[in-house]
Structures are given as C-alpha cells and as structure tokens.
T-cell receptor, first 114, second 117 residues
C-alpha cells in the first residue's frame, strides 16, 4: 500500500512569489492535514480537510490556504512568500475510524524562500 | 503560548540502558497524548499513545506514562537500541465539536535521542 506522497520534495522561491504544494493521501483515507515544521517552532498545524471541506484551521495568516479534491488529494498554497515561510511542509492522512491522533505523514516538501 | 513542551532538546543514552523522554502540557482539555518518531529526511511516524483516562500504556519496549495531576507524560524505551536514535515528538489532541478523532495535533518541539553502541 503506497504511503502519503508529497510533491515537490524540494523547491526554492523568492520573496513575494507564491507556491503550491501537493499531497496524495493513502488510498481510502479521506482526512488530510498539513503541518509546518521549522527548527524554532517544531510542528505547527495549518489545516485539516475531510471530504473536500476544511474542518479545522491553525493560527496562520490568510496567505496560507488549502483545498481538497474529490479524490482526497490536497493542495496547499502560500502567497506573497516571506523569508520566514522557509520550512518543511508535512502532509498527513488518517483513517476514518482509526486510532485517535494516529496520522500517517509524507516525507514533506522543503521550501526555501530567498 | 506553547501548550505542549519538551524541555530537553537532546538526550544521549548508552545502548541497552533506559531512555526517558519527558513532556509537559498545559491544557486540561487534551484527551489523547501521542509520541511520534522522526528520522532525518522522513516524515514522523506514530509510535505509541495514551488516553487521558489511563496512566500507562505499554507496547513492547515502549511505555508511556501519564500523570494528569502534574500534566506530565513520559516515554520509556527499554532497552534502548542504536536504531532508536531519532527525534521524538510529544503530541496532544483535543476532542473537537464534531466528535471522533481529529487531525489537529499540538506538537512539542522534539527531543533528539542518540543511543550510543
């Protein structure tokens, strides 16, 4: 069974640009969450989608947005990039009736903003 | 305000000995606590969890203890092996209005465990 797949794995952008990251969850998983990992802040929750609906949102500015498609694949977008957006962006999926809190993470997309 | 805290950024242990990783939390509304392990260049993987109604959960070499009055939990690894060397994240979840488990976990900043042969 394929795991959570994130693309691209690495990317470099400049300030003011925008970026779109993609996530394909494990087959059968309808919930997808996004996290930002930075050395100073650890993993911080961005948002969660379930059946194309945003279920919950973390404390990030409106420049961070996401969506989920009917096949459960998800994208997140960051507009007007800032240097502080440099981070590892992790996507995770979970089973509908799985163990509480058990997330299956992808390997992440490492974004560098210059 | 950091709701989940791991105060030790790193821990070094000899192979075969016990590793104890600690975690403190501030929110009494958390209903599940989890530990994730992360190797470099990989995403975190779920290790073990404990419900807020229990005080201990064991899975092989890994045991998690929960002290609700102190708002403290710990992960014990016995015996420690070199393959356990990784960053360990403590996480907590809060039951949402719609019920059921949720994908919104609050993580600590992690503790890097090094197990030396």
């Amino acid at each position: 069974k394929a795991g959570v797949t994130q693309t691209p794995r690495y990317l470099i952008k400049t300030r003011g640009q925008q970026v779109t990251l993609s996530c394909s969850p494990i087959s059968g998983h309808r919930s997808v969450s996004w996290y930002q990992q930075t050395p100073g802040q650890g993993l911080q929750f961005l948002f969660e989608y379930f059946s194309e609906t945003q279920r919950n949102k973390g404390n990030f500015p409106g420049r961070f947005s996401g969506r989920q498609f009917s096949n459960s694949r998800s994208e997140m977008n960051v507009s007007t990039l800032e240097l502080g957006d440099s981070a590892l962006y992790l996507c995770a999926s979970r089973k509908d009736r799985g163990h509480p809190g058990e997330l299956f993470f992808g390997e992440g997309s490492r974004l560098t903003v210059l | 305000d950091q709701q989940v805290k791991q105060n030790s950024p790193s821990l070094s242990v000899q192979e075969g000995r016990i590793s104890i990783l600690n975690c403190d939390y501030t929110n009494s509304m958390f209903d599940y606590f989890l530990w994730y392990k992360k190797y470099p260049a990989e995403g975190p993987t779920f290790l073990i969890s404990i419900s807020s109604i229990k005080d201990k959960n064991e899975d092989g070499r890994f045991t998690v203890f929960l002290n609700k009055s102190a708002k403290h939990l710990s992960l014990h690894i016995v015996p420690s092996q070199p393959g356990d060397s990784a960053v360990y994240f403590c996480a907590a979840s809060k039951r949402m209005n719609y019920g059921g488990s949720q994908g919104n976990l609050i993580f600590g900043k992690g503790t890097k465990l090094s197990v030396k042969p």
